[in-house]
């Protein structure tokens, strides 16, 4: 999935509103439909129709052959019932642990370090380089990054030769293949390929600060710590939440590195719903099935995009005094 | 799938006269050898990864991961190369992602035109039903759209793709743009209309020339995301004449072919592309992103 940037930050610009459109104006701006034609057919042969369809398989039993036969809601039902689809969720929490909490923090705090102690008290490309570090896995494709990791992981893989080299021979281990380790070990590489994100995102927001308020709290005697909170955290608050919503729904839709990884082994031990979904579609055949899976994680996603844009919304509000 | 807006031009405040305690404190050194401990974990994967692109399966039987390679051995490169072919797998990936980033930044064109300068009616209940479209699990979508695939013969072509990808990225870039739109001036507008110029040649004459800029960074971003996408390919995509570069790497997953040198090879062919158009395409988004901000 797509991750966004702080351009989308900005919700589509309040109009001033106009004078009550005169009849010729309306008539004006309905000719403006034809512009999104194209669009609104492709967006319904695309999106509309197929998640209207989705939601139809989910009240079906189907195998992909034949016709569908109605079953109302007792995917749903079994569901309720399904300890994977249960563990499939408990990951999932772990996935926004190690995609949206640690990210963000330790985002903030190299953000904050890059910025504001190695760009200030040493050269300005010592922080591009380190930034540029913690940015690179950020643009590959997540699933060679996934494959790379894989065999790092292996019994005989690189991690396990590193720790002989280093004297902790006796920590070897199946990391990926032991239901014990394989989820940290994802949530691990899960925080390697999300970390320069939020580093990025938040750099770039801290040339929006006033270096004068940090200059007036330095005159004041406020040491790092103080400034990091009294300012870089409230006046940076605005893309806090655009990473937070985006790494949350990136963390629901986690696929390619499960798949690279462990595809969703050992024992379910890293299932998540996407992979859940797509081995019930692809694998089982049991259409119906994943649809309801899917539809699941769909109103899940829909009340958490909800959720999120609700408080943006509300802390703007307050920031303008109300 | 995360790529983001990366200023190439880190945002470092110019050297100021700093009577600061720290600055020649210990405390600054002890920070920097933290955090360039911290970026070197972030390379040891790529570190680990070349290491064992060029050594031979011999040699990493003899010596291991960790060994240097006894000699500058190629032949893994090759092999993936000429197995998966992978100009083939390039050309596909390129045709996708590029096909893909032209049409999902027309699509987004002229949706945001409509929404974000026609200002039709209930435009924002549109503008937040594509911010919604471009949240949701593609799995919700992908059995419809690979069983109807199927049926009008699209499937395991590059097309499906391609339209699909379109849609979805223009999800995104239209609520992007319809924000950016409405913020566009009237006055230019409007002494274009007194000029007598219709909404197709303002389109092409006024909005397009102003916004080549937030274009541009759209349209490599739309790009990047589709080079890097999985599920979709890989379920709509199904022979080697048709994969795209992720997709051919994990369908040899566990082959036969694949010993731990020949799956570095594999991966490290299958990342330059990616490093390259980030190195290409920085000067352009940091130009976008200031030439959007200066507004």
Redesign the interface.
């Known amino acids: ?8 930050a ?6 001033p509103t106009p004078p009550a459109p005169s009849r010729r104006r309306r008539g004006r ?8 034609l ?3 057919v ?2 319904l ?3 509309g ?3 209207v ?2 939601l139809y ?1 989910s009240l079906t039993k189907w195998s ?1 052959i034949g016709d569908p036969r109605w079953v109302g809601l007792d995917n749903y039902q079994q569901l309720l019932q399904d300890d994977v689809f249960w563990a499939s969720f408990r990951n999932t929490v772990w996935m926004l642990v190690a995609m949206v909490v640690v990210p963000t923090v330790l985002g903030l705090l ?1 953000a904050a ?3 504001d ?6 050269k ?8 540029a ?13 996934g ?6 992981l292996r019994p ?3 991690f396990n ?2 720790l002989d ?1 280093v004297g902790l021979g006796a920590l070897r281990h199946d990391w990926l293949g032991d239901p014990g380790t394989a989820l940290p070990a994802v949530m691990a590489v899960m925080i ?6 939020p580093v ?2 938040f ?2 927001a ?2 929006r600060v006033d ?1 004068e308020l940090y200059e007036a709290a ?1 005159v004041d005697g406020a040491n ?1 710590l103080h400034r990091f909170r009294a300012i870089t955290l409230p006046q940076i608050r605005p893309e806090t939440f655009v990473v937070a919503l ?1 790494c949350t ?2 963390a ?2 986690v ?2 590195p499960i ?2 990884l462990t595809r969703g082994g050992p024992d379910n031990a890293t299932n998540v ?2 992979y859940f ?2 081995y019930t ?2 694998k089982k055949l049991q ?1 119906g099935y ?2 309801a ?3 699941v ?2 109103l899940i ?2 009340v958490v ?1 909800g959720i999120f844009i609700w408080m943006q919304a509300r802390s703007e509000r307050r920031d303008r005094g109300f | 799938m995360a790529v983001t807006l990366t200023p190439s031009k880190v945002p470092v405040t110019p050297a100021r006269p700093v009577r600061d305690r720290h600055h020649r404190g210990v405390s600054r050194w002890v920070v920097l050898a933290l955090v360039t401990l911290g970026a070197l974990v972030m390379l040891v994967p790529f570190a680990f990864m070349l290491l064992n692109a060029f050594k031979s399966p011999g040699d990493y039987s003899s010596g291991g991961p960790l060994s240097w390679p006894t000699e500058f051995y190629t032949k893994g490169l090759r092999t993936y190369w000429t197995e998966v072919n992978f100009p083939l797998k390039f050309w596909n990936s390129a045709v996708i992602a590029g096909s893909v980033a032209v049409l999902g930044v027309a699509v987004s064109l002229l949706n945001a035109y409509a929404l974000g300068i026609g200002r039709v009616r209930g435009r924002l209940w549109i503008v937040g039903l594509f911010l919604l479209a471009n949240m949701l699990p593609q799995e919700a979508l992908i059995y419809p759209l690979y069983y109807v695939a199927k049926q009008v013969g699209l499937y395991n072509t590059q097309l499906s793709v391609i339209i699909i990808f379109t849609v979805i990225q223009s999800a995104f870039g239209t609520y992007l743009l319809a924000s950016v739109m409405g913020t566009f001036p009237r006055s230019l507008l409007e002494a274009a209309a007194l000029d007598g110029a219709g909404k197709w040649t303002v389109l092409w004459r006024v909005v397009f020339p102003n916004l080549r800029p937030t274009l541009a960074v759209l349209l490599i971003f739309f790009f990047i995301w589709t080079w890097n996408e999985f599920l979709i390919p890989l379920v709509m995509l199904i022979d080697n004449q048709t994969q795209t570069i992720p997709v051919a790497l994990a369908s040899l997953q566990g082959d036969r072919l694949m010993d731990a040198p020949t799956t570095n090879a594999g991966a490290l062919i299958s990342l330059v592309p990616a490093i390259l158009f980030f190195l290409i395409f920085q000067r352009t988004l940091a130009r976008g992103i200031t030439a959007g901000a200066e507004k």
Do not use: H
């Open positions: 999935m797509a991750v966004s940037e702080t351009v989308a900005t919700p589509p610009a309040a109009t701006n309905a000719a403006y439909w034809l512009y999104l194209p669009g609104a492709l967006f042969l695309v999106i129709a197929p998640l369809g989705t398989l992909g190299l370090v890059l910025f102690v190695i760009g200030r008290r040493f300005p490309r010592t922080a591009a380089a380190l930034r570090a913690f940015y690179l896995p950020q643009v590959l494709p997540v699933v060679v990054a494959i790379v990791w894989g065999w790092i005989d893989g690189a030769s590193l080299a390697w390929v999300q970390i320069g994100y990025v995102v750099m770039a801290l040339q270096p330095e790092w985006t729904i990136a629901l839709k696929f390619g798949f690279a719903p996407s979904a797509y579609f692809f259409v994943g649809s899976i899917s539809m994680l769909t996603i829909v995009a």
